[in-house]
């Protein structure tokens, strides 16, 4: 925070005002590429199921943006936290993006109703989330197109 209140010629009082705490302006931050990032894949996949192929988009996006992997790199615990955790706002508004990306899906009977729209929105993202984080977690490399398989058997 201190570098970036430097960078814009504030102090760091005034930096906090501004944006709040560091937790804050990188959800923010994030945030916002994602949802950037979804009205991208959105325009890219017209026609079809467009949740699964708009997930792998995303996971495969995250896992070569070079900013995100040294976030995951240099602060696996603080990022983790603040990415995953149901405490979190990015985890809400992930969360209802997926869940209305389904819903979408659903109307034009392109994905089946045997699992409540709540949880099949909570395992997507969740299986996104375990694709993205999976160096973290397992310590193996992430991997778009594993995702991707279970993804589209999941949201068929």
């Given at each position: 925070?201190?570098?970036?209140?430097?960078?814009?010629?504030?102090?760091?009082?005034?930096?906090?005002?501004?944006?709040?705490?560091?937790?804050?302006?990188?959800?923010?931050?994030l945030?916002?590429?994602?949802?950037?990032?979804?009205?991208?894949?959105?325009?890219?996949?017209?026609?079809?199921?467009?949740?699964?192929?708009?997930?792998?988009?995303?996971?495969?996006?995250?896992?070569?943006?070079?900013?995100?992997?040294?976030l995951?790199?240099?602060?696996?615990?603080?990022?983790?936290?603040?990415?995953t955790?149901?405490?979190?706002?990015?985890?809400?508004?992930?969360?209802?993006?997926?869940?209305?990306?389904?819903?979408?899906?659903?109307?034009?009977?392109?994905?089946?109703?045997?699992?409540?729209?709540?949880?099949?929105?909570?395992t997507?993202?969740?299986?996104?989330?375990?694709?993205?984080?999976?160096?973290?977690?397992?310590?193996?490399?992430?991997d778009?197109?594993?995702?991707?398989?279970?993804?589209?058997?999941?949201?068929?």
């Amino acid at each position: 925070m201190q570098g970036l209140a430097d960078e814009l010629g504030v102090n760091r009082v005034t930096l906090y005002r501004w944006v709040g705490s560091r937790e804050q302006l990188i959800t923010e931050v994030l945030w916002s590429a994602t949802q950037k990032s979804f009205a991208a894949y959105r325009a890219t996949v017209a026609a079809g199921p467009r949740a699964a192929a708009a997930l792998t988009m995303f996971v495969r996006d995250v896992n070569n943006h070079a900013g995100m992997q040294k976030l995951l790199r240099d602060e696996p615990g603080f990022a983790l936290n603040l990415l995953t955790s149901m405490s979190g706002e990015y985890q809400h508004c992930y969360l209802g993006l997926v869940r209305d990306l389904i819903a979408e899906d659903r109307a034009a009977e392109l994905v089946s109703h045997e699992v409540p729209l709540d949880d099949l929105a909570y395992t997507a993202v969740r299986i996104t989330e375990a694709y993205i984080h999976t160096r973290v977690i397992t310590g193996e490399e992430p991997d778009a197109a594993r995702a991707e398989a279970v993804l589209r058997a999941l949201l068929r």
